[in-house]
C-alpha cells in the first residue's frame, strides 16, 4: 500500500506548525498547538488504513473495502482531544482569571533554589535556628498561611531581604 | 476464572458513576469507593493466584475474537502490578478520607474527588490489563484526564501553575504515543500484542527502530526518565498529600510497566540497551543529585522518585532474567515505599504546618510516631539491610555483575552512588526536620482537631480553609493507613523469597513471550 502524499505533507505542516504554537509562553497558543498536533495525529492514523469504499458488508466488495479500524480510532481520538482543549481552555480561563493571564509560569521553588545556590548556601545551613524576619504571624500566633505557601511576588521579596542582610 | 478479569477495570468505572450520582451524600460516597477498592484488591489477588497457577488469563472483550475485538490479558507481571497498586489505592484512600473528615470538609466535600480518583484507579487498571496498544492508549488518556483533575483540585494559584506545566507535557506525551500507535498500525496492519510479536519481527531492522524509538519516547515522558523528567518536581509537590502519594506511587510506574512491556513482548534482542542503560544511569544520579539540592520534602521526594525510576531501567535494559525479575520486584518496593513517604509528608505538614525544612525541627520529640512513620521507609528507600530496598537493589547490582559489560558496571557503581546518596538526602531530612530544636514558627501541638489554642485558651476551630491545620493532633485515619503501608513495605522484605520467585516466573515469562502470544491465540497467530 502507498499513502497518499498530499496527506503526509499536510501532516508535517501540522506538526511543524503545532510544534511552534507549543513553545510559545501563552497558553492560549500553547493550545492552538496542541489542537494542531493533535489534528496532524488524526490524519497520520488515517493514512495508515487502506482507502476505497465504504466498509459495509452488501454494499461494497471485501477488496475495495476502506480500512475502517484507523477511522473508528481517529474517533477515539477526536474525542479525546475535544476533552482536553476543553480541559486546557478551562485553566488558561482560570489563570487568566487569577493573575490576569495565561503566560505559563516558571517553578517558584527552583528559582528559589537556585537563588540559594548562586550565593552559595543550602537549607538549613543559614538562620534555621532563627525565626525569617519576613514571616508574619496571624492573630492567633500561628504562622500565616500566605507565608507558608509562597507566591512568585514574595518569594522574589525575600530573597531580595535575605540578599540584602548578606 | 477469566470472567474475572474485566472487573478491576469495569467496578471502579462503575463506581465512579455511582460516587457521582450520590454527590450530594458524602457519607455513602465514601461507602461506595472503599467497596469497590476492597473489592478490587480481591480480584487482583484472585488473578495473580490464578495466572500464576494457569498461565497468563484472556477475556476477548465483547465476546470479539481477537484481533477483531479487544483483549484484556492477566500474565503474572500485570496481576503482580494490579495487586500492588490496588492495596496502595485503597490505603491512600482511607487516608483522603481520614483527611478530609478532619479537615471539616463532611459538610462541603469536593464531590468530585471520590468519582475522579476511581476513574484513576480504572485508568491504570486498564493499562495494566490491555493487550492491545491502542487500549493502552485508552487506559493511559483515562488515568491522565484524572489525574489532571485532581492535580487542580480546588483551582488555585499554585495548583493551576504547576498544572498547566503538567496537562500540556501529558498531552505531547500522548500525542507521541499516538503517532507511534498511527506508525506502527500502518507498518504491520495490527495493534494487537499478541498479534505484532510476529508481524514486527517480519519487518526491517530499520522500522523497527522508529517505532521502538517512539514508543520509548512516549514512555519514557510517562515514566519521568532523565531528560524527559522535568515536569515531575514542578508538578507533583502542589497537588493535596494523598494525591501526590498515589500519583508517586502508580502513575510513573504505569510508563514503567508499558516500557517492560513494550521492550520484552515486542522489540526483544536489546538493540536500544545501550540507550537504556545510559538514560537509567543519567536518570538516577541527575534525579538525586536534584533531590540534595532541594529544601521541600515533597520536593526532595519527587527527585528521588525519578532518580529510583533509574534503577527500574538498569534492570530493563540489561534483559536479562535476572535483571528484568530485580526490575519487577524493584517496582513493586518502589510503589509501596514511595507513596508511604509521601503519606508521611503529608502528615508533616499536618503536624509542623509545612515542608519546607527550614521551617521544621524537633519532630521527633514532638511526635514520635510520625517519626517512625517517616524513618522506616526512608530507610528502605535508601536500601538499607534488611528492607527490600536493599534486596531490590541487591538483585539489580548481581545482574550487572553478571552481565559483566563495561556499561553494566558503570550502572553498578551509579547505582551504588545513588543509593548512597539517597541516604544522604534522607539523613538530611531526618537531621532537619525531625532532629534540631523545634522551630520557633511551628505550631504547638493541639489537643482535638476542633480547638485551637490561642494565649492558652482554647476556641473553637475556624472553618475549613486551611488546607493544613499546623498542630492539630494527627487523625487516626490517617494515621493507620500509613502505619498499614509501613507494615506492607516492611512486610515486602519477609515475603521476599517468594516475591522474588514471582518476578522471576513474570520475567521469564515475559523474555520467552510464547506463553502470553498462546494465552491470547490458542490455535496458533493468524
Redesign the interface.
Known amino acids: 500500500m502507498t499513502p497518499n502524499l498530499t496527506y503526509i505533507v499536510v501532516v508535517g505542516v501540522l506538526f511543524a506548525a503545532g510544534v511552534t504554537l507549543l513553545l510559545e509562553r501563552s497558553l492560549t497558543r500553547v493550545l492552538m498547538g496542541v489542537i494542531l498536533l493533535g489534528n496532524g495525529a488524526n490524519l497520520l492514523l488515517l493514512t495508515g488504513g487502506r482507502a476505497g469504499g465504504p466498509p459495509i458488508v452488501g454494499t461494497t466488495d471485501a477488496d475495495e473495502m476502506s480500512d475502517p479500524l484507523p477511522q473508528a480510532m481517529v474517533l477515539t481520538a477526536i474525542v479525546i482531544t475535544l476533552g482536553m482543549t476543553a480541559f486546557l481552555l478551562a485553566l488558561s480561563y482560570r489563570s487568566w482569571h487569577l493573575n490576569g493571564h495565561d503566560e505559563v509560569q516558571d517553578d517558584v521553588e527552583d528559582r528559589r533554589i537556585m537563588d540559594l545556590a548562586d550565593r552559595d548556601e543550602g537549607p538549613g545551613t543559614d538562620d534555621a535556628d532563627q525565626p525569617d524576619s519576613d514571616d508574619q504571624l496571624d492573630g492567633d500566633g500561628r504562622p500565616d498561611p500566605d507565608s507558608r505557601r509562597p507566591s512568585a511576588a514574595s518569594v522574589a521579596a525575600a530573597a531580595g531581604e535575605r540578599g540584602r542582610d548578606a | 476464572m477469566n470472567h474475572l478479569v474485566p472487573l478491576p477495570v469495569v467496578m471502579p468505572l462503575l463506581g465512579a458513576a455511582l460516587t457521582l450520582l450520590l454527590a450530594s451524600r458524602p457519607r455513602a460516597q465514601r461507602w461506595v469507593s472503599l467497596t469497590v477498592l476492597t473489592a478490587t484488591v480481591a480480584v487482583a489477588a484472585t488473578l495473580l493466584v490464578r495466572s500464576s497457577i494457569d498461565g497468563p488469563l484472556v477475556v476477548e472483550v465483547g465476546g470479539w475474537v481477537a484481533p477483531l475485538g479487544i483483549v484484556l490479558v492477566a500474565d503474572q507481571l500485570a496481576a503482580l502490578m494490579l495487586v500492588v497498586s490496588a492495596s496502595v489505592t485503597l490505603c491512600v484512600l482511607v487516608y483522603s478520607i481520614g483527611q478530609g473528615m478532619a479537615d471539616g470538609h463532611e459538610e462541603t466535600p469536593l464531590s468530585v474527588y471520590h468519582p475522579t480518583y476511581l476513574v484513576l484507579t480504572a485508568g491504570v487498571c486498564n493499562a495494566f490489563l490491555s493487550g492491545d496498544l491502542?487500549n493502552l492508549y485508552?487506559g493511559f488518556?483515562i488515568l491522565l484526564?484524572a489525574s489532571?483533575v485532581l492535580l487542580?483540585l480546588g483551582?488555585t494559584?499554585?495548583r493551576?501553575?504547576?498544572?498547566?506545566?503538567y496537562?500540556?507535557v501529558s498531552?505531547?506525551s500522548?500525542?507521541i504515543f499516538?503517532?507511534a500507535?498511527?506508525?506502527v498500525?500502518?507498518a504491520t496492519g495490527t495493534l494487537n500484542l499478541a498479534q505484532l510479536v510476529d508481524r514486527l519481527d517480519a519487518l526491517p531492522d530499520d522500522l523497527r527502530l522508529v517505532l521502538q524509538g517512539m514508543l520509548l519516547l512516549a514512555f519514557g515522558i510517562k515514566a519521568a526518565v532523565f531528560p524527559l523528567s522535568a515536569w515531575l518536581p514542578?508538578s507533583y509537590?502542589t497537588a493535596p498529600a494523598p494525591v501526590t502519594a498515589v500519583f508517586a506511587g502508580l502513575l510513573t510506574k504505569v510508563g514503567v510497566y508499558a516500557i517492560i512491556r513494550t521492550e520484552t513482548l515486542l522489540f526483544p534482542g536489546g538493540r536500544t540497551a545501550d540507550l537504556l542503560l545510559v538514560v537509567a544511569a543519567l536518570t538516577m544520579l541527575v534525579g538525586i543529585l536534584g533531590a540534595v539540592?532541594?529544601?521541600?520534602i515533597k520536593?526532595l521526594l519527587s527527585f528521588t522518585l525519578i532518580s529510583h525510576i533509574g534503577y527500574m531501567l538498569f534492570g530493563v535494559g540489561l534483559s536479562s532474567s535476572l535483571g528484568l525479575a530485580a526490575a519487577i520486584f524493584y517496582v513493586v518496593h518502589h510503589i509501596t515505599i514511595q507513596t508511604t513517604l509521601f503519606l508521611a509528608a503529608g502528615l508533616v505538614e499536618r503536624r509542623g504546618?509545612?515542608t519546607?525544612?527550614?521551617?521544621l525541627?524537633g519532630l521527633a520529640r514532638l511526635s514520635p510516631l510520625l517519626a517512625v512513620l517517616f524513618f522506616v521507609p526512608a530507610l528502605n528507600l535508601a536500601g538499607i539491610p534488611p528492607f527490600s530496598g536493599f534486596l531490590g537493589k541487591l538483585g539489580l547490582v548481581q545482574a550487572g555483575v553478571d552481565d559483566g559489560g563495561v556499561l553494566a558496571w558503570v550502572l553498578v557503581a551509579g547505582g551504588l552512588l545513588t543509593s548512597l546518596l539517597t541516604l544522604y538526602a534522607i539523613a538530611?531530612v531526618w537531621?532537619?526536620a525531625f532532629w534540631?530544636?523545634p522551630?520557633?514558627?511551628m505550631?504547638?501541638p493541639q489537643d482535638s482537631v476542633h480547638t485551637?489554642r490561642?494565649?492558652g485558651v482554647e476556641?473553637p476551630y475556624r472553618g475549613p480553609d486551611?488546607?493544613a491545620h499546623?498542630?492539630a493532633m494527627l487523625p487516626r485515619l490517617m494515621i493507620a493507613p500509613t502505619v498499614a503501608l509501613v507494615v506492607l513495605g516492611l512486610a515486602l522484605t519477609v515475603v521476599a523469597g517468594p516475591l522474588f520467585d514471582l518476578s522471576s516466573d513474570a520475567a521469564d515469562d515475559l523474555l520467552r513471550r510464547t506463553p502470553y502470544v498462546e494465552a491470547v491465540y490458542p490455535g496458533g497467530t493468524p
Open positions: 491502542f485508552v488518556e484526564v489532571y487542580t483551582s494559584e499554585t493551576i501553575r504547576a498544572g498547566t506545566t496537562v500540556v498531552l505531547l500522548s500525542l499516538l503517532v500507535i498511527g506508525l498500525y500502518s514542578d509537590p539540592a532541594q529544601s521541600d520536593r504546618g509545612s519546607a525544612l527550614d521551617r525541627g538530611r537531621n532537619l534540631r530544636r522551630h520557633p514558627d505550631p504547638e485551637v490561642t494565649d476556641q486551611r488546607d499546623p498542630g
